[in-house]
């Protein structure tokens, strides 16, 4: 009984496909749980580098079975493009599972994901305008359609049918557009993916819990971040899935008291894309170093990310709320060579300090943060092998952390490559 849950402890992108990757080897199944391709999921390997969308990140490592949980939203076209990305690399895929009762995102979902971000204007969210929040909302308004639903031609048609009918009053009528979808086309293109994807589709529930009572070790692949959650992110400018904990057991029938280790992912400063309130943001040259040399443009869209110092109120509060047990702490060789390094330890609001403070989106926008100041270093730390060859500064910026956290930082991530990993001593 042995389930580790990765999730990110910011508002994504925070490196959770290096750290899973680096761990798949000592697991058995990789899950992905929640999200579908808003997630972009980078593995860099010598010269190597896989950018992952709906696949989980343990693909890479022949041992390991990979399984889309049913928690995620897949657009099949996609998945298929990445799985035969796989193929002309030459990469093992056979060992890939898609969970049956997970939904499909369909072309209506993207549409109007786009159309419904334009009608919003200055307002909208800043989605990847993957079809997320759209198939998401069907799956909660019941009227979703889900991969095992590929394998049920009759069944299909008829449910396609009807929805199609509805999207398309909704693509005209409320947002005045004529790019209709015709229910048949879609019919036949989804018959032919459900061909190609139909090898892989398995019973999530069965598969996971056979290999838990088999004694098989599961590493469960988070997507996006907590503070992207749809529940407890930065409501309303926040994702449409569980990205906590929580989703893990949601989206693969995980039990519970079968999660042993939970790694909160952070990055040694903050970025975000999209809306919402950011209350470290840095709209300097440190903004712009951070940018350039993290490479900060989304995986997914290639937008610019914002970029700002860590915030720890806001990392004390991802790790309370997904119960992490340790955190990963990526990109810190981003930080190399400042003079100085912030860390955000209280917000002010009112001249008043606070060291917590509600994440709801309005408040946090009023919140000024309260600096510890750290100084640099001005080594460059990606080649060291070891923790002892880090710089005294780095190690008592890290020690901070994991003082204020009230966890311990057990992963270091010092460079792309999986290689520029670091373990802790426990
Ligand atoms: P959606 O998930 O496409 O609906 O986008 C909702 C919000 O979540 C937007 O602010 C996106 O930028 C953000 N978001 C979604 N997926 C990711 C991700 O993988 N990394 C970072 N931000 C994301």
Redesign the pocket.
């Known amino acids: 009984m042995s389930v580790t849950v990765i999730v ?1 402890a910011q ?3 925070e490196g959770k496909g290096k750290i899973t990757h680096f761990l798949a080897p000592s697991y058995d199944l990789v899950l992905r749980f929640q ?1 579908g391709s ?3 999921h980078t593995v860099i390997t010598g010269s190597s580098t896989f950018k992952f969308n709906l696949v989980p990140s343990g693909i890479l490592c022949e041992k390991c079975t990979c399984l889309l949980g049913d928690g995620m939203v897949i657009n099949p076209s996609k998945l298929i493009e990445e799985i035969n990305g796989l193929k002309e690399r030459g990469v093992w895929y056979e060992n890939l599972r898609i969970g049956s009762r997970a939904h499909l995102v369909l072309p209506y979902h993207t549409l109007i ?1 786009e159309l419904e971000e334009k009608r919003l204007g200055l307002k909208a ?6 079809g ?2 759209p198939a998401y909302a069907d799956k909660y308004s019941r009227l979703g359609i889900q991969v095992g639903d590929l394998m049920n031609p009759n069944y299909l048609k008829d449910r396609l049918s009807t929805i199609v009918e509805l999207k398309n009053k909704l693509i005209s009528c409320l947002y005045g557009s004529d790019t209709l979808i015709n229910a048949d086309e879609l019919y036949s293109e989804l018959l032919k993916q459900a061909e190609f994807l139909a090898p892989y589709v398995t019973d999530t529930v069965s598969f996971v819990r056979s290999a838990i009572d088999a004694g098989k070790k599961v590493l469960c692949e988070g ?3 907590v503070l ?1 959650d749809i529940d407890y992110g930065t409501y309303p ?5 569980h990205s906590i904990t929580g989703g893990a057991l949601l989206g693969t029938g995980v039990a519970p008291h079968e999660v042993i280790n939970v790694i909160g992912v952070s990055k040694a400063y903050t970025t ?5 309130s950011f209350p470290t943001e840095l709209d300097d040259e440190v903004g712009e170093i951070m940018r350039q040399r993290g490479l900060e443009y ?4 290639g ?1 610019p ?1 914002r970029c700002g110092w860590l915030d720890l109120v806001l990392l004390r509060y991802a790790v309370r709320i997904a119960g992490c047990t340790s955190l990963a702490l990526t990109k810190i060789d981003v930080l190399d060579g400042l003079e100085e390094i912030k860390v955000c330890t209280a917000y002010k609001s009112n001249g008043k300090k606070v060291d917590w403070a509600s994440i709801a989106n309005v408040e946090l926008s009023n919140y000024e943060p309260v600096y510890e100041i750290f100084r640099g270093w001005k080594a460059s730390i990606s080649n060291a092998q070891s923790i002892r060859e880090l710089p005294n500064e780095l190690i008592q910026f890290v020690n901070f952390i994991s003082a204020q956290v009230g966890i311990p930082v057990r992963l270091l991530s010092i460079g792309k490559d999986t290689s520029q990993t670091l373990v802790t001593e426990s």
């Open positions: 990110g508002w994504g992108d999200g808003n997630a972009g994901d969210i800043g989605t990847t305008k993957r997320i929040g997507a996006q971040g992207l400018y926040v994702t449409s899935s975000r894309v999209g809306s919402g989304g995986t997914a869209t937008r990310r």
